[in-house]
C-alpha cells in the first residue's frame, strides 16, 4: 500500500510513453520546434511493464497510458497488450488521431474507456489550436470508438477568449450521443503563458452551462477529479475538472511516471525521483517510490496556494505538460 502522510491512499498509476506529440497544442508545448527526448532516454517497453508491476503489486489497481500522445509510440500496441495482462483497469488519454490504427489492441488489452483531447468542434479553430489539419480524423475516431461500445470521455481545457464560447455547444452534443465531455480549467505550466485572467473557474462554466440548460449534479465517487453533471434528457453528461478554483487534493490517489522513468507524486510538484535509472542499475526501486509518496506535499505541489490570482508563474518549478504526460 502506498500512503502518504495525509493518510491519502494511492492506487492509480499515470505512464507517460513518449513526449512527442503530432499535435501543437499551445497549452501543453511550448514551441514548434520543441526538442523531444532521445529514445535511450525513454523507458523501453519491457522497463514499464517491470516498473508497473512493481506499482500493481502495492495495490495500484488502474492506469492510464498518457504522453505527448502515446500513440505515436512505434511499438504502444506491444505495450498496451502486455498492461492489459496485469489485471487492472487500463485506459489511455489520447489526442484522438491514430486511434484508428490501434483499435484492435485496444479492445484486446481489456480498455474499454478512452479520453480523447479535444479544445473545440470548429475545424479553423481546432487547426489554430494544435496548428495542424486533424480535426475530422479526430471525429471520425470518436465516431469509431462509440460504434465499438468504448467509453468516451472528451476532455477540453476552457481558455477564455478562445473556446469558452463553445461551451454550450460541448454540452450540446450530449444530447443525442453518449459521450461524456470533461470542462478542465486551464492550468499553470513551464512555457504555457499561463495568466489568471484567461481561466475560465468552474462556477463560471456552470453558469454558462444554466444560461440555457437545467443542470443536474450526478454523484461523484470518493477520488473523482471532476464535478460531474447531465441535462434532463441528455443521453450523454458533462463535468468540470475545477483544479485551480476547487481543488481536490484532499482525496488524491494520482501517481504519475514519466516518459523517462520519473516518479511525480503531484502534477504540479517540483521535486522528481528517477525511478528508471535505478532499474536499470539493479538498485531497489520500490523504497524510492515509498520515499516519493512519503514526501508529497498537502496540496498543489506545494508551489501554490488555492487562491490562483497571485499565482507568479515565474516562481513555478515544473516541466512543460507534454513533458510530464499529464
Known amino acids: 500500500m502506498l500512503k502518504d502522510t495525509h493518510q491519502r491512499i494511492h492506487t492509480y498509476l499515470r505512464i507517460s510513453l513518449t513526449d512527442n506529440c503530432n499535435l501543437r497544442c499551445f497549452y501543453c508545448m511550448p514551441e514548434e520546434e520543441y526538442a523531444f527526448m532521445p529514445q535511450q532516454r525513454l523507458m523501453q517497453a519491457d522497463e514499464i511493464l517491470q516498473l508497473a508491476k512493481i506499482f500493481v503489486a502495492q ?32 485506459t489511455i488519454t489520447t489526442n484522438g488521431t491514430r486511434v484508428h490504427h490501434f483499435i484492435e489492441d485496444l479492445v484486446a488489452a481489456g480498455v474499454r474507456s478512452v479520453n480523447i483531447s479535444l479544445d473545440t468542434l470548429q475545424e479553423d479553430t481546432f487547426t489554430i489550436l494544435t496548428r495542424r489539419n486533424q480535426f475530422r480524423v479526430v471525429k471520425d475516431n470518436i465516431r469509431l470508438l462509440l460504434d465499438r461500445g468504448f467509453t468516451v470521455k472528451v476532455n477540453v481545457v476552457v481558455v477564455k477568449g478562445l473556446n469558452d464560447r463553445e461551451i454550450l455547444d460541448f454540452i450540446a452534443w450530449t444530447q443525442d450521443e453518449p459521450v461524456h465531455i470533461r470542462f478542465i480549467e486551464f492550468m499553470p505550466f513551464d512555457g504555457n503563458k499561463w495568466q489568471s485572467d484567461k481561466l475560465v473557474t468552474w462556477k463560471e462554466i456552470l453558469e454558462i452551462a444554466q444560461t440555457r440548460y437545467v443542470v443536474q449534479p450526478l ?93 507568479d508563474t515565474s516562481h513555478l518549478h515544473n516541466r512543460s505538460m507534454i513533458a510530464i504526460g499529464g
Do not use: W
Not at 255 to 281: H, M, P
Open 219 to 311: 454523484e461523484n465517487a470518493v477520488h473523482d477529479t471532476c464535478k460531474k453533471y447531465r441535462v434532463d434528457g441528455h443521453t450523454g453528461t458533462f463535468a468540470v475538472i475545477s483544479t485551480m478554483s476547487a481543488p481536490f487534493c484532499s482525496s488524491c490517489n494520482r501517481i504519475r511516471l514519466t516518459a523517462d522513468g520519473k516518479i511525480k507524486n503531484c502534477l504540479f510538484s517540483e521535486e522528481e525521483t528517477d525511478l528508471l535509472q535505478a532499474l536499470r542499475t539493479g538498485e531497489e526501486v520500490l523504497p524510492l517510490i515509498e520515499k516519493s509518496i512519503l514526501s508529497k506535499h498537502k496540496e498543489l505541489g506545494g508551489q501554490f496556494s488555492k487562491d490562483f490570482t497571485t499565482i
Open 59 to 90: 495495490g495500484v489497481n488502474k492506469i492510464r497510458l498518457t504522453g505527448g500522445e502515446p500513440l505515436v509510440r512505434k511499438d504502444v500496441a506491444a505495450i498496451i497488450r502486455s498492461l492489459g495482462e496485469l489485471g487492472v483497469e487500463l
